[in-house]
């Protein structure tokens, strides 16, 4: 599962950053480790977010589906859109109603079944506007 790693200041601005760190990949963890412990002593603080790679898009925060809920708005790759309606666990997966709100499919309703583990991109929220967990 991909981290990036996020030093801040203690202003809250942003200081350093290690993409790509995991389990597998230790050259990475050293360094951000490195990072952490140097700029920890001054002050600033240490985000580790999960993220997945969109195609057409880049990289995006993520959680894993298991976190998801009804009204969450997931994005897919090239921007794609869809939300979700229905969240149901079944033992490791979860089943995911959906309704698509971009595209060529806007306004079918699909199910789709994930890993609970799978990370995938959720659509940030105005303030104020997001579904209670």
Not at 24 to 51: H, R
Not at 72 to 93: F, I, P
Request: charged share 30%; glycine share 8%.
């Amino acid at each position: 599962m991909p981290y990036r790693v996020i030093v801040r200041n203690p202003d809250g601005s942003f200081r350093y950053h290690v993409d790509d760190v995991a389990d597998g990949k230790l050259e990475k963890v050293a360094e951000a480790k490195a990072a952490a412990e140097k700029w920890l002593k001054d002050g600033c603080t240490l985000e580790v977010q999960p993220f997945t790679h969109l195609q057409g898009i880049g990289d995006q925060p993520a959680v894993p589906a298991s976190e998801l809920v009804p009204g969450d708005v997931l994005m897919w790759n090239y921007g794609y859109e869809s939300r979700v309606d229905e969240a149901r666990t079944s033992g490791r997966h979860v089943v995911l109603t959906m309704t698509s709100t971009t595209g060529r499919d806007h306004g079918k309703t699909f199910e789709r079944k994930m890993a609970a583990t799978r990370l995938v991109a959720r659509v940030p929220y105005a303030l104020g506007t997001e579904p209670k967990r």
